[in-house]
């Protein structure tokens, strides 16, 4: 038997890799065929996975918004921001930022969980910078955080940050960076 060179490591690194990728994406489908969530995305005519999400209050009354993960076809949890109804400058608001993990995902309770929000001009944050022991909810079911501020004057303010979290399944764990934005009327 011959000594394997490293040319030969490489072929056969790169082909175990390969066999792992398509086992974990479990892809049964035809040649031709949208096979990642983002192509699958993108065939239905849907938003780029690249395009980062906004919530906003729906002056229709419905004042929750789901935000899907980054990839429109992402089925592995979903987003929830709340802005309060009612701020008025001077006065500290309320917005509720929430991820929902889908069956069979469920919450990891183990990853450091955390989400910083940076404030627009003239809002300040009780605490631009959560963990896991700010969370006002944190189970396998769900990740809950309070995002309070306070405005000095009335206008749209426009918050950003990055939510960081984990969804698991019997298989596998996902962590995920979630790019998060929001947009909040004060009177």
């Known amino acids: 038997m011959r000594a394997m060179s490293v040319l030969d490591l490489r072929v056969l690194a790169s082909a175990a890799l390969a066999l792992a990728l398509v086992a974990c994406t479990g892809d049964k489908g035809a040649p031709g065929e949208p096979r990642t969530p983002a192509e699958k995305g993108a065939a239905a005519g849907q938003q780029s996975p690249d395009a980062a999400p906004v919530a906003q209050a729906d002056p229709g009354g419905d004042k929750v918004k789901t935000i899907p993960g980054k990839d429109p076809a992402d089925d592995r949890f979903t987003l929830n921001i709340e802005p309060p109804a009612d701020v008025k400058a001077g006065a500290e ?10 069956a069979p995902w469920h919450m990891n309770l183990d990853f450091p969980t955390s989400l910083k929000v940076e404030p627009p001009k003239g809002v300040t944050v009780t605490k631009s910078e959560q963990h896991k022991e700010d969370a006002v909810k944190l189970d396998e079911n769900s990740a809950e ?7 000095t004057e009335p206008g749209e303010k426009t918050f950003v940050g990055k939510f960081n979290f984990a969804v698991c399944q019997e298989e596998a764990c996902a962590p995920v960076s979630e790019d998060v934005e929001f947009r909040v009327a004060v009177k």
């Open 145 to 151: 955080f309070g995002v309070a501020f306070t405005a």
């Open 93 to 102: 608001g309320l917005v509720k930022v929430t991820v929902l993990p889908k």
